[in-house]
Structure formats: structure tokens, C-alpha cells
């Protein structure tokens, strides 16, 4: 059983090939953009060098998000398409869940913070559980500000991983008991290593269904009082008035 | 010094992408440029003749159908055009927060519907029509802007 994880979700992306026995290989691209001309090369080299042929994969598990627009819609894109393609089931998992799990050794509460830009992070609270780790609370955007009096309010031991924590160290350095983990994006290894029991236990989504997870950040609506006002137009062809009244 | 603005005249579409190609003259990567106006003001047209002086090679397009556009030029733009969202949920669901790429020059259509979306930093420019031909052309800095609007050639500044 042999599954491959794409991980474009974050400005570092990755993606690995694992089976139960561990990891068998992966490739890193720590370069903010470039998702797209990385990510299929990257998957043929790195099927090539392992000697794993793409057509016996079991699965395909990709990173969903929260996280950088492009990386992500291209990593999913791309998943469903080798997924369909092999007809093979497809296992979607939040970005924040992959940065939790890669420190569910820490006995602190966990605390995943990706840089959502606009001055705010996707967060959201993990325990380490038998296992792994359990979320406690909503996927959700604040500002780091509002994250750093949460984290005051719980009177515990935080641990912050992902790149949200150095962006805004500002924010968390008034903490006391806060601690920032060295790693700082999820990884398609943790990726893999989090998929293949899922699939085991056949807990993947079909490709139709499979969304990039949007967390909501605004309600306003824009201020369009000037949409529908034309100006006449010099030298065009005049528009008959029917057709243009029908658009 | 806030709120002052420059503003000119032009009796045609190729005087305004001559103003543009003078405003374009302060253009560097990474600026961000918001144009409001009516349609059929000019807006595209103005984007038309700064991409032009950028050293853009093809003739750019309106983007309002697909939203945002990209050119290659001597400085690489993105045109974008929020006409037809709806919610700012939609237009952050669109990768908003991506299209400001300190490599390129972007310039938002409408920008004025999405004014608190817009960064600190950026020239405004509104064009509104004042005969079938004519339009008046207002350019206004915001933040760093302030100053930088004020080192517009002198034709623009009439």
C-alpha cells in the first residue's frame, strides 16, 4: 500500500510517497510560489528515483487548507486528477490538523497558527491524545492579537507551531507561558503518515466533493451604489438599445 | 497634504493613455494603483496606456469577466476587476490577498467598492465623464503616495 501526499497549501511545499512501513521518499520546494511548475515534476522524479510506479498507488492524500489560495487549489486540482485517473480514493486533511500532529509529543496545548496575511491567522486548539492529537476548537481566523488574549485566558502552557508564529512574534512575545516550535509548515510526510489510517479504515471523500476548507472571514458585502451607471461611450459602435438592455 | 489631488482633462481615449503613460513613469514593482469610475469612464483604457509605458507588449483587455489578468512588461502587471463580486468574502475566496506580489504592479478596477480592502499605499485614480468624449481624471496618493504624486511630469499636472 503505497499512498502520495501533495502538500501546496502553505509557501513551503512538499510532497511524499509513503506505505506502512514509513516514508519512502519526498520533495521540498521552500520557495513561496511556484507551486504550479514544482508540483508535477516533483511527483514524476520523485516516483522515478523510489521506483514506485504511479499507477499501483493505493490513495492520494492532500493538504486542504486554510492556507495560501493558489498553493492550495492547485495541490487539490491536481490530487483529484491523479485520484480520478487511478481510481483511487482521496483523503483531504486540514493544514492545521498536519501542524498539530507534528508535535503531538508536546504535553502543552497545541496551537497551530498559519499566516493568513491581511494581519491574521488560521487557528485552531489541540490536545495530544493515545495516538495523535485532538481538536478542541473551530477552525477559525483572528487576529493575532485576539489569538495571543485567548491564549492568556486559558492560563495553560501553549505550543505555537507554524509560520503565523514568527510573522507576528510581536503579538506572542507579551506571553509567558508561550512557547514557539522550530517546525513551521505541514509537511506532505506528516501528510502521508496521517492518511494511511485513514484510508485503512476508508475515511476518504470522492474527488466531486472534495473542497479546499475555506474558513469564512468576512460578512460585508461590497458597496456597489455605482455598478449599474454607464457612461456613453465615444467612437464604439452604437450598441442596438434591445441587446444592450438585455445584459 | 492628505486629500489633495491632481486633476486633468482629457478630451480623448489617447489623451488619457497619454496621462497615463506619464503617471506610469512613477510606477515601480509592488505599487498598487486603484482606479474607480463609471462604466465606460475609462478605466481600462487608462490601465491600457500605463501598461503600454510599462513596456507591455500585447494590448491588455478589460478583466471584468475573468476577473484578474496578468501581463508581461519590462515591469509585469496585474490587472484585476472586482465588478462582478459580490461579497468581500468572495473576492478573499479569490486569492485577494495573493494578487499583491511585490514583483508586479497591480491596478484594481473599482476600487473604491472595495476602498477598506485596499492597501495604506496607493494611488487612486477616478475618472469621470464630463462630455461624450471628455473625461476628467483625478489622481490622489494615499500614504507613501502623498509624496510620490508629486513627482508627476508636469503634464499631467496642469
Known sequence: MIVLGIDTATSVSSVALAGREGVIGSRVLAQGRGHVEFLMPAIVDLAR????????????????????????????????????????????????????????YSHKLICP??????????TAFYRAVPGGVERESDYTSMTPQDLAAEILARREHVLLVGDGAPAYRDAFAPLDDVEIATRQYPSAEVLVELAIPKLEREEFSSPERLEPLYVRRSDAEIKWDRRGVVIERPNRIQIPKRSREAG | MAGDEITTVCATPEATRAVAAAVATLLRPGDVVALSGDLGAGKTCFVQGAAEALG?????????????????????????????????????????????????????EWGDAVEGELPGDRLEIEITGTGTEERRIALRGRGTWEQRIAGLPSEVAL
Open chain 1, 49 to 104: 528515483e523510489t521506483g514506485v510506479a504511479l499507477e499501483h498507488l493505493a490513495g492520494v492524500a492532500v493538504d486542504v487548507g486554510p492556507g495560501l489560495f493558489t498553493g492550495m487549489r492547485v495541490g487539490i486540482a491536481t490530487a483529484k486528477t491523479i485520484a480520478q485517473n487511478l481510481t483511487v480514493p482521496l483523503v483531504g486533511i486540514p493544514s492545521l490538523d498536519l501542524l498539530a500532529f507534528g508535535v503531538r
Open chain 2, 56 to 108: 507591455v507588449r500585447v494590448r491588455v483587455q478589460s478583466p471584468s469577466f475573468v476577473i484578474v489578468r496578468e501581463y508581461h512588461g519590462d515591469i509585469p502587471i496585474r490587472h484585476v476587476d472586482v465588478y462582478r463580486l459580490n461579497s468581500i468574502q468572495e473576492l478573499i475566496d479569490l486569492g485577494y490577498d495573493e494578487l499583491f506580489d511585490p514583483a508586479r504592479v497591480l491596478f484594481i
Open chain 1, 113 to 122: 497558527v498559519i499566516d493568513a496575511k491581511r494581519a491574521e491567522v488560521f
